[in-house]
């Protein structure tokens, strides 16, 4: 659904366009020289989709009633222009690739193309055959009406379709401070040129031996082109236009008698010219500015960018290295230039490595990872790599950018903290956390290979007294000699975890019968019963523990672990030193 307030300002822009070129434009009687509307049907459909179609077919009726016309000759005008607006706007879309804001020279000759030249063929049979059906044309005049219908659609689409592009998708400031002395000078020179070539005016103060002809705007043209950009430039080929039309109507400057010599071909040679090659060299220029911008900026972020980068060739030689390269890996510019990046390869990857890191390059045209590379000195460090693979319009592979950043601190940091997250503090036994993570792969693994496995939940007796008695940091001494105990009992494959207090479970893997179990559960309970000599003092406790064995005390995680934890809680209960 097109949006009501656009909708309306569209069919005002299409009416009053409509209005000038039948006042302008109308010099040969049944065909008009200049008809901008149909560039401003183009643009609404480009800019605003196929939802504003039946809005252009609505303002081209009401163009048709505005010079009163037949019924057969109004409906024939409207679906020429429809059919045209339409057929233009499917060309660009379907075989295109075009950039509304007309960023490419392309782009302006696609719409020169398929708007202004191929496009206009369907109004061209329309509308002059409306004129022939309803008898305000005879047969012998039909070929130039068709003719003369076509150059002026087409001046209009080449003319107004890309200004109103340039200015609806351009998002820059159009009046910069810095160029408005050189603005207001070259719309100085550019109106008192237009008034005196296409309208007759004396220029003040110059006297010419020969008087002034076109080819004078074309200057000023190519000074707009390349100084001040695309929408500047748009609005003085309009100024030239409407100078033209002026004179033509008027019968004064260069244009005067055109139609009266030469039917007009002229005036729209140099309509094609202005549009076409003016908007041409805006592009241009704009589109080198534009590199020359991104080139200084990306040369800055090169500079002084903290992440190492390497470019390097189709032959997968260094062509080049910023700063930043240097200071990670210690190794000049001129020292790696022309040389491969294995230079820096540490020999801790395997080969497998590389082989991933190719066939991504190869496929996809990217790749990202961690490697371990060595610097100068032979230090190795880990990087986080990012490439990324540049190619020509042909798609051969002209460059690829590596972009490193040394993060050998930040993963010791990453690893230390995910290894606090998941050990106990005091004893640095697995916690709590990492306990469960191992039992559910257990758990995992004993459903797909039928295995037993088993787990015993360990508190501690008479614990209390002694964190009573001689203190918390006896206390705490006797927890880390509990656990170096305890992992002496064990395989190592088996995990002991402290779940907090006194504490302890302990997961033990690939169990054959219980009995291997309760064996592993008295030697534990002997190794607890031992004195614990810390420091001057001698310590002496025991430990209940509860067995839980799996499938045989329940198949589901939180079973088991309920299971053990009961049986532990009744071997507390039944005296201590035991197991249950």
Request: proline share 3%; glycine share 8%.
């Amino acid at each position: 659904m097109p949006n009501i307030a656009k909708s309306i300002g569209l069919i005002v822009a299409y009416l009053a366009a409509a209005k000038l070129g039948l006042m302008y434009g109308a010099i040969s009687g049944n065909a008009t020289l200049f008809w901008p509307p149909e560039g401003i049907g183009l643009a609404a459909l480009l800019l605003g989709g196929l939802n504003y179609l039946p809005v252009v077919a609505l303002a081209a009726a009401l163009t048709s009633v505005l010079v009163d016309a037949q019924p057969l000759f109004a409906l024939g005008y409207t679906v020429g222009n429809v059919l045209e607006a339409y057929i233009g706007f499917a060309l660009l879309k379907r075989f295109g690739n075009f950039d509304l804001a007309l960023n490419r020279v392309r782009d302006l000759y696609l719409i020169v193309f398929f708007g202004a030249v191929i496009a206009p063929l369907v109004d061209v049979i329309a509308s002059p055959l409306a004129l022939l059906a309803t008898d305000m044309l005879t047969i012998d005049l039909l070929p130039d009406a068709m003719w003369q219908w076509w150059r002026a659609d087409s001046l209009g689409i080449a003319m107004f379709t890309p200004a109103i592009l340039v200015f609806a998708k351009q998002r820059s400031r159009f009046f910069k401070p810095n160029q408005m002395q050189e603005m207001v000078a070259l719309w100085l020179c550019s109106f008192i040129i237009g008034q005196s070539v296409f309208l007759g005016w004396k220029i003040p103060g110059i006297t010419l031996e020969q008087p002034t002809n076109s080819i004078w705007v074309f200057p000023l043209l190519i000074w707009a082109g390349l100084r001040t950009g695309r929408r500047n430039t748009a609005l003085l080929q309009l100024m030239f236009i409407g100078q033209v039309l002026a004179g033509a109507y008027l019968e004064m400057g260069y244009f005067s008698d055109e139609f009266v010599r030469f039917g007009m071909a002229n005036f729209w040679m140099f309509g094609m010219m202005l549009s076409v090659g003016g908007m041409a060299l805006a592009i241009q220029s704009t589109t080198q500015r534009r590199t020359a911008y991104l080139i200084e900026r990306n040369a800055k972020v090169f500079g002084v960018s903290n992440d190492g980068i390497m470019i390097t060739d189709a032959d997968n030689n260094i062509v080049e290295v910023n700063p930043a390269f240097t200071k990670l890996t210690g190794y000049t510019h001129d020292e790696v230039l022309g040389k491969n990046p294995r230079l820096l390869a540490s020999g801790n990857e395997s080969k497998e490595v590389f082989e991933e890191m190719w066939g991504s390059l190869i496929e996809h045209g990217h790749w990202e990872g961690e490697l371990w590379n060595r610097r100068k000195d032979g230090v190795a460090y880990l990087e986080k790599l990012f490439i990324y693979t540049l190619k020509d319009a042909q798609g051969n592979v002209v460059n690829r950018v590596g972009i490193f950043s040394d993060i050998t601190r930040h993963k010791a940091e990453m690893n230390t903290a995910s290894h606090h997250a998941q050990h106990d503090f005091l004893t640095n036994l697995p916690n709590r956390m990492l306990f469960r993570d191992r039992f559910n792969q257990q758990f995992a693994q004993a459903k797909r290979y039928p295995k037993k496995f088993a787990v015993m939940y360990i508190d501690l007796d008479k614990f209390k007294p002694v964190n009573d008695t001689l203190g918390h940091q006896v206390g705490d001494q006797l927890l880390m000699a509990v656990a170096d105990r305890l992992k002496s009992q064990v395989r190592e494959t088996d995990t002991v975890s402290r779940f907090g207090g006194d504490e302890f479970a302990i997961l033990i893997t690939e169990v054959m019968t219980k009995r291997d179990v309760t064996n592993m559960a008295e030697k534990i309970l002997a190794a607890l019963n031992q004195p614990f000599i810390l420091g001057s003092h001698t310590v002496n406790i025991s430990a209940s523990l509860g067995i839980a064995i799996y499938p045989d005390d329940g198949n589901e995680m939180e079973s088991l672990l309920s299971k053990a934890d009961g049986a532990m809680y009744e071997a507390k209960h039944q005296g201590s030193n035991t197991y249950r």
